[in-house]
């Protein structure tokens, strides 16, 4: 459940506390039992989440740690992808459109005309920076495993 939903569910337990148990002590009581569910749900469900995380980290380790690289390599595979088109959009493209502007390539067609040709074609950023950002998140984690010492395998 969203934590939006788990607040409503937590304010319309606590007015039926409050209109079952007329006594304020009581009722205290009651709230105070039904605040600790709440707690234990959202420290339950935290759990849950972390069990899963832990469960994809052991598979990341045994896919990385396979002889194969079209196992293993596809990480780095990726990576190499989006250095490269990183370099090809904020280096090599703006590069091309000056060269494109400055001397206004042409071609003759089979007609006979003259005909400009069109200018690089320009990367769709959105996925590649979620592309990107991902890889990011999944290096930040190999940060951490060489600042803890942990060894690794040449190609």
């Known amino acids: 459940m969203d934590p ?6 937590f304010s319309v337990g606590k007015s039926i506390i409050e209109r079952i148990w007329p ?8 709230i105070r039992k039904l605040a600790k569910l709440h707690q234990e749900g959202d420290i339950a469900r935290m759990n849950a989440e972390v069990q899963l995380l832990v469960a994809q980290m052991k598979i990341n380790e045994k896919e990385a740690a ?8 596809w990480r780095p595979f990726v990576g190499w992808v989006c250095g490269f088109a ?4 904020f280096i090599l493209y703006p590069l091309l459109l000056w060269i494109w502007a400055a ?3 042409t071609f003759i067609d089979a007609a006979g005309l003259r005909q400009a040709i069109s200018p690089p074609p320009i990367l769709d950023l959105g996925a590649l920076f979620t592309l990107l950002l991902g890889m990011l998140g999944i290096g930040a984690m190999r940060s951490y495993d060489k600042k803890q010492g942990t060894g690794t395998n040449s190609i």
């Open 4 to 9: 939006v939903t788990i607040s409503g569910l």
């Open 23 to 30: 006594d304020p002590a009581k009722q205290q009581e009651e």
């Open 66 to 73: 396979h002889k194969s690289i079209f196992v293993a390599g």
């Open 86 to 89: 990183l370099a090809y959009q």
């Open 103 to 105: 001397f206004s390539p």
